[in-house]
């Protein structure tokens, strides 16, 4: 399974962006997807995910500005972020699994886009 993200970038602050994580490969038997972050010198942090069947969680500290989405004829996952700060400033990784565990590492990584916010 191979996991492309895009979507980074320079956002102003109170700003939104759009991610997008296209999956290929052997992607048949993926269930959840997920968005993970780690800003510089904190940990990475689950943002959200979203089971094949379209269930989803979120991480408390967003506060209901990040939506997840997929669109499984596509093999594609978003997530829409609105009222951005700079405490949103990380590497943005998508992040695929068989399971939907969320309580342990997923199997398939992408590489990470970055997403800037400032004034």
């Known amino acids: 399974v191979q996991l492309q993200a895009s979507g980074g970038g320079w956002v102003r602050t109170g700003g939104s962006l759009r991610l997008s994580c296209a999956a290929s490969?052997?992607?048949?038997?993926?269930?959840?997807m997920g968005w993970y972050r780690q800003a510089p010198g904190k940990q990475r942090e689950l943002v959200a995910g979203?089971?094949?069947?379209?269930?989803?969680i979120y991480s408390d500290s967003i506060e209901d500005r990040f939506t997840i989405s997929r669109d499984n004829a596509k093999s594609t996952m978003y997530l829409q972020g609105n009222y951005l700060t700079p405490e949103d400033t990380a590497v943005y990784y998508c992040?695929?699994?068989?399971?939907?565990?969320?309580?342990?590492?997923?199997?398939?990584w992408g590489q990470g886009t970055l997403v800037t916010v400032s004034s």
């Open positions: 490969g052997s992607i048949f038997g993926i269930n959840a």
């Open positions: 992040a695929a699994d068989e399971t939907a565990d969320y309580s342990r590492d997923f199997r398939y």
């Open positions: 979203i089971t094949r069947g379209g269930m989803t």
